[in-house]
């Protein structure tokens, strides 16, 4: 029975501390959404991506590599948008375009690994199951500015 109660104890913690990990990037990507809507005339991505780092950096939070992307886009759909309002890819939808009212979108991806390092599929490979996994978080606030 101790193993049972082990491996379920353990799966506790791990989620407890993924959903801890993944509510404080919801946190820092909001901040960075509020201040990118409020500040599109003298900010640039450098300086969202910047907020987004400190924060994460502060709170210790477990992404690897993650990438923080910053641009203009649909409110509904989250799809970037370009100056003329078209679709585009995210390079090509710079939140300083948002007039206000538009959508500025903070989104950050990366890698969560867990403590455990997951379950072995078999023992003779080096293929687990919840070893890691893909996030994105994404937070998208209307334009104050322009």
Known sequence: MLPFILLFLFAIL?????????NQLENA???????????????????ITLIVTNYMNLYNVQISSPVVS?????PVTKTPLDANDAST???GAPFNNAKFGQGVCVQVTGT????FGG???NPQTSVKIGASFPVQ??????SEGN
Not at 70 to 74: H, N, W
Not at 137 to 142: A, D, I, N, Q, T
């Open 29 to 47: 990507v909001r901040e960075a959404a509020r201040v990118a809507s409020a500040r599109t005339n003298d900010l640039t991505t450098a300086d």
């Open 89 to 91: 890819t995210i390079a």
């Open 137 to 142: 978080v994404y937070s998208v606030m209307y």
């Open 70 to 74: 910053v641009f203009k886009a649909d």
């Open 112 to 115: 969560y690994y867990t403590i």
């Open 14 to 22: 791990e989620y407890g501390r993924y959903v801890m990990t993944r």
């Open 119 to 121: 379950i072995a599929l």
